[in-house]
């Protein structure tokens, strides 16, 4: 007798339709140490990391969730070995160029946070075009932070706000949360409700630091690639039993 694994599509029963985050952030860590464990080079980490992220993706749009951002690749990255970075680019564009017309189908719409022009010019164009085939679709928001930084966000947006103050297009009171936040890379995108990190490590690593003002933190000690639905279920569980305050009594 065969044991069909269980294929948890539909939401688990015990999860609340209606109290489910509208947007997940995740802090995708742990490729490294993965591979290691298993006597690997740490590229077949992030190999192993690309697909825990395609099921992520696959299982937020089954479940309901409306975003999902995944951080791929920090400013602070690029200190890494040159071969490790090498692989990462190539992996990412080859990634995007693979799965782009099963994104253009099942409604994804893909967008990207970070400074791309610092991108190599080929992943640039993979990024370009992803963009462009999937900017009609209205399901999942699907962000891909790469080649970023919070405080480089924050920033970008205070320098542009500055520029339209200098030509007189707004005053300087005028400006506020509102008008902030359409100057950052995720403008239109709710904040993260929850943000999940893998492989135990406690910091936001220049994550997300403007929009992560009141995300719920959820840290599971599981390396990414082995991040799967079961592991995804758990992570919702524990949202749904936090109480959300908001600094209200
Ligand atoms: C996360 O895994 C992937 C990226 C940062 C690109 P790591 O590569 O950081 O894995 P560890 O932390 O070394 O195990
Ligand atoms: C955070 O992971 C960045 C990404 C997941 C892309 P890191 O492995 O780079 O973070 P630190 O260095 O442990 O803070
Ligand atoms: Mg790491």
């Known amino acids: 007798m065969t044991v069909k694994p269980i294929v948890l599509q539909d939401l688990p029963a015990d999860l609340e339709r209606e109290r489910l985050p509208r947007h997940v952030a995740v802090i995708m860590d742990g490729n490294g140490r993965w591979a290691k464990l298993q006597g690997l080079p740490r590229m077949m980490g992030h190999r192993r990391g690309v697909d825990a992220l395609k099921d ?3 299982c937020c749009k089954d479940w309901g969730i409306e975003a999902l951002t995944a951080y791929a690749f920090s400013t602070e990255n690029w200190s890494r070995p040159l ?4 692989f990462l680019m190539t992996l990412f564009e080859r990634m995007l160029g693979r799965e782009l017309r099963e994104m253009v189908q099942e409604n ?12 190599p ?5 993979a990024i370009a075009e992803s963009v462009a085939a999937t900017q009609n679709n209205r399901g999942i928001r699907f962000t891909v932070a790469m080649n970023y930084s919070g405080r480089q966000e924050i920033l970008q947006a205070t320098r542009a706000i500055a520029h339209q103050v200098q030509q007189g297009l707004i005053q300087p009171d005028e400006i506020d949360e509102a008008v902030f936040e359409r100057h950052l890379y995720t403008a239109g995108v709710c904040d993260p409700d929850l943000l999940i990190r893998t ?3 406690m910091r936001i690593s220049n994550f997300l630091l403007w929009q992560m003002a009141y995300a719920e933190i959820y840290i599971t000690e599981t390396l990414w690639p082995d991040f799967d639905r079961a592991e995804f279920h ?12 908001f600094g209200r009594v």
């Open 121 to 125: 010019r080929s992943l640039q164009g």
């Open 199 to 201: 492989s135990g490590e």
């Open 56 to 58: 992520l993706l696959r």
């Open 83 to 86: 071969q490790e970075v090498d």
């Open 234 to 245: 758990r992570a919702l569980c524990a949202y749904q039993q936090r109480e959300r305050r």
């Open 108 to 119: 994804v719409q893909i967008q990207f946070a970070g400074n791309l022009k610092a991108l």
